[in-house]
Nanobody, 120 residues
Framework: VQLVESGGGLVQPGGSLRLTCAAS????????LSWVRQPPGRDLEWVAH???????DYADAVKGRFTISRDNSKDMIYLQMNDLEIEDTATYYC???????????????RGQGTRVTVSS
């Protein structure tokens, strides 16, 4: 299984970014997928997940600002991040989680990550 994240970068507070995760080596449509993040010097945090039926769930810290989606025709998931805050600064990872899906460290596979820096 390979997960490749992209789309990170430097953005000002209030700005937007769209992260992409390209998956290969798995039956994409059969898996729930997640975004987790690791702020500098802190532990992994669960951000959001999307199930095979496209049910979504979000951490309270990002609810209303982030949107997770998937494209089963491309084996990709996305994380649209709006109204970014300095506290969103982190390395963001795509994972194939195992239950419970809202625990960041519970995953079968994880990508190499993409760095997001929110700074003025």
């Amino acid at each position: 299984v390979q997960l490749v994240e992209s789309g990170g970068g430097l953005v000002q507070p209030g700005g937007s970014l769209r992260l992409t995760c390209a998956a290969s080596g798995l039956t994409f449509v059969a898996h729930t997928l997640s975004w987790v993040r690791q702020p500098p010097g802190r532990d992994l945090e669960w951000v959001a997940h999307i199930t095979v039926s496209s049910h979504t769930d979000y951490a309270d810290a990002v609810k209303g600002r982030f949107t997770i989606s998937r494209d089963n025709s491309k084996d990709m998931i996305y994380l649209q991040m709006n109204d970014l805050e300095i506290e969103d600064t982190a390395t963001y990872y795509c994972t194939v989680p195992h239950p419970p899906y809202n625990v960041a460290a519970k995953y079968y596979n994880r990508g190499q990550g993409t760095r997001v820096t929110v700074s003025s």
